[in-house]
């Protein structure tokens, strides 16, 4: 079985910064495309951040230049540096991953729990 749990969510000012990490684990062979959704109340999730195996990101436009997507592959984690946070990132944070496990015939697409990141102006 594999699982993913998301941590780092809290509350900050304005301007402040966080970092939000998911550990991914369980019966691991590989992990292909790791990412960061956020779904604020009355929204849909949307896109934040994702970052391929090899390393390549792609940004939504509200968060580039303030934000960084990375991975640590020798330990199944993605991590989304969050810098200049404004009001409007608020909401809850997602992690997903796309992970070829032990005993499935195909990679499937995991959800970790959310995290929830509040920003106060």
């Known amino acids: 079985q594999v699982q993913l749990v998301g941590s780092g969510g809290g509350l900050v000012q304005a301007g402040g910064s966080l970092r939000l990490s998911c550990a991914a684990s369980?019966?691991?062979?590989?992990?292909?495309?790791m990412g960061w959704y956020r779904q604020a109340p009355g929204k849909l999730r949307e896109s934040v951040a994702t970052?391929?195996?090899?390393?390549?990101?792609n940004y939504a436009d509200s968060v580039k230049g303030r934000f960084t997507i990375s991975r640590d592959n020798a330990r199944n984690t993605v991590y989304l540096q969050m810098n200049s946070l404004k009001p409007e990132d608020t909401a809850v944070y997602y992690c997903?991953?796309?992970?070829?496990?032990?005993?499935?015939?195909?990679?499937?697409?995991?959800w970790g729990q959310g995290t929830q990141v509040t920003v106060s102006s």
């Open positions: 369980g019966s691991i062979r590989s992990i292909n495309a």
């Open positions: 970052i391929t195996s090899g390393g390549s990101t």
């Open positions: 997903n991953a796309v992970i070829q496990s032990r005993t499935a015939l195909i990679p499937l697409t995991y």
